[in-house]
């Protein structure tokens, strides 16, 4: 005997076309830009009316931010599990690891293009500079609490209080989203493994 699919709840149902009309935001203000993608555009490629949209986000604004956050939001979990599940015990191996994932967030192209979006609309708009910037805060906590993370399963020591870490990271991680190192033998990788490195003391390395 087959049962019939569960209906879904309405909160349910406007969870999905919210989720919908991101990911059609985030592909379109990628492929053409935001000043050039209307917001009856991200409604057809979502399938869905400006009505549906209306009922989720209050403007585009909105809507760029809310793409914003959902990235912070998933790349958080992404880093906490990746350090949190790492298999090997050294304090290399969990860099290394780091490294590497912030990598593959810089060199995934939907998101570096938005990236650059995103830095010229906060140059068009001060309204949504002022919003982005409170959305990068959201980054600055995702990273230090990935940085706490190996803090304290490492016995670590930096070079700068946690959150000035994190936020000078994130500075060097959104240089390399934007711009390709100049030589090619040097990896995106590299340089922000080299950069976590000499933040950072070793429990042998410590004093006293």
């Known amino acids: 005997m087959t049962h019939a699919p569960r209906r879904l709840s309405r909160q349910e149902q406007q969870q999905r076309t919210r989720e919908r009309l991101l990911d059609a935001a985030e592909s379109l203000f990628a492929e053409g830009g935001v ?13 869905f009316s400006q ?24 790349e958080a979990v992404l880093l906490q599990s990746l350090v949190k599940s790492a298999s090997s015990d050294t304090l290399d191996h ?18 570096s293009l938005l990236a ?41 020591r930096y070079q700068l209080p946690t959150q000035q870490l994190a936020i000078s990271l994130y500075a060097l991680w ?6 390709q190192v100049g030589d090619e033998a040097t990896s995106r990788a590299d340089v922000l493994l080299t950069y976590l490195r000499r933040l950072i003391a070793s429990p042998k ?4």
């Open 94 to 111: 969990a860099l290394e690891g780091f490294a590497e994932h912030l990598t593959a967030i810089a060199e995934q192209t939907q998101w």
């Open 174 to 179: 959104s240089g390399l989203v934007l711009f």
């Open 51 to 74: 009505g549906a949209f209306y009922s989720n986000f209050a403007s585009k604004q909105d809507l760029l931010l809310s793409v914003l956050q959902r990235h912070i939001e998933r």
């Open 205 to 208: 390395n410590l004093k006293g």
């Open 116 to 156: 650059i979006e995103l830095q010229l609309q906060a140059q068009r708009d001060a309204d949504f500079a002022a919003q982005c910037a409170h959305a990068r805060n959201a980054s600055y906590d995702a990273l230090a609490s990935v940085l706490d993370t190996l803090k304290t399963r490492f016995q670590l």
């Open 35 to 47: 000043n050039a993608t209307s917001l009856r555009t991200v409604c057809e490629k979502a399938g």
